[in-house]
């Protein structure tokens, strides 16, 4: 059963390509380029014998391979950008949509319909090469909109953060205090008192402090403390 689906998955290639083949030739027979497939509503690019109408907003496969000005898009969507990674792949998008299929290209040439590198980082939209009209979330324009920063303020809400903290905060220690005033202190306040006095002191007592005899005894080390010259514990 395994080699036969091997099998049968190696046919359905060949055609494929035996297909796609097909229309190329068909399009090198004409001399001329266009739109040779338009992603389908399976998901894959569809091929057809036919130059096909561009669309906007759609993955479409073209075999111009020099230029891409014989391909007119939309009014709605008239500049064509091409794939970051197959160059027979390309979109027709808005002025504002370059950066959405390809995030390199940001800047939309009028005079030739077509989306071009935009040499402004974190740059959405380029309104010109040297001013960015629209940062990428989380970035702010600088200034005059010659760059984008990073906008922790913005993106993150770090105000509300800290509100939203001091709020809560806030209503753990009234509901604490709230809590005492309606229990009253516990039964056990008084032993546990003294415990903790007595462990606090057993603590301050363990401490390596001066035990000198003559002068006043336990006193702390200064914490700058040459450890390598003075005795401190023992020879």
Same mark, same amino acid.
């Given at each position: 059963h395994?080699q036969?689906a091997i099998?049968?998955?190696s046919?359905?290639?060949?055609?494929?390509k +035996?297909e796609?083949?097909?229309v &190329?030739?068909?399009f090198?027979?004409?001399?001329? $380029?266009? #739109? *040779?497939? %338009?992603?389908?509503?399976s998901?894959?690019v569809?091929?057809? +014998?036919?130059?096909q109408?561009p &669309?906007?907003?759609?993955?479409m496969s073209?075999? $111009?391979? #020099? *230029?891409y %000005?014989t391909?007119q898009?939309p009014q709605?969507c008239p500049?064509?950008?091409p794939?970051?990674t197959?160059?027979?792949l390309l979109?027709c998008?808005?002025?504002?949509?370059c950066?959405?299929?390809?995030?390199?290209?940001?800047l939309?040439?009028a005079?030739?319909?077509?989306c071009?590198p935009c040499?402004?980082?974190?740059?959405r939209?380029?309104?010109?090469?040297t001013?960015c009209?629209?940062c990428y979330?989380?970035?702010?324009?600088?200034g005059?909109?010659?760059g984008?920063?990073l906008a922790?303020e913005?993106h993150?809400?770090?105000?509300?953060?800290l509100r939203?903290?001091?709020?809560?905060?806030?209503a753990?220690?009234?509901?604490?205090?709230?809590w005492k005033?309606i229990?009253?202190l516990?039964?056990?306040w008084a032993?546990?008192?003294?415990a903790?006095?007595?462990?606090?002191?057993?603590?301050?007592?363990?401490k390596v402090q001066?035990?000198?005899?003559?002068?006043?005894?336990?006193?702390?080390?200064h914490?700058?403390t040459?450890?390598?010259g003075?005795?401190?514990m023992g020879?």
């Amino acid at each position: 059963h395994l080699q036969d689906a091997i099998a049968k998955d190696s046919t359905t290639v060949e055609i494929e390509k +035996t297909e796609e083949a097909a229309v &190329v030739a068909a399009f090198v027979r004409t001399a001329t $380029c266009g #739109i *040779s497939g %338009r992603l389908g509503e399976s998901g894959y690019v569809e091929f057809h +014998t036919e130059y096909q109408e561009p &669309v906007c907003n759609r993955p479409m496969s073209t075999n $111009c391979t #020099i *230029s891409y %000005r014989t391909i007119q898009c939309p009014q709605a969507c008239p500049f064509i950008v091409p794939s970051a990674t197959f160059p027979c792949l390309l979109e027709c998008v808005s002025e504002h949509g370059c950066s959405s299929y390809n995030a390199g290209l940001a800047l939309p040439d009028a005079s030739e319909h077509v989306c071009r590198p935009c040499s402004i980082r974190n740059c959405r939209y380029c309104s010109n090469p040297t001013r960015c009209g629209s940062c990428y979330d989380g970035f702010a324009p600088i200034g005059d909109g010659s760059g984008c920063e990073l906008a922790l303020e913005s993106h993150m809400h770090i105000g509300l953060v800290l509100r939203v903290i001091g709020l809560v905060l806030l209503a753990v220690v009234m509901l604490a205090l709230l809590w005492k005033k309606i229990r009253g202190l516990s039964y056990y306040w008084a032993e546990n008192n003294f415990a903790i006095r007595r462990a606090m002191r057993h603590r301050h007592m363990t401490k390596v402090q001066k035990w000198s005899l003559t002068g006043v005894p336990r006193q702390r080390y200064h914490l700058f403390t040459n450890v390598h010259g003075e005795h401190i514990m023992g020879e």
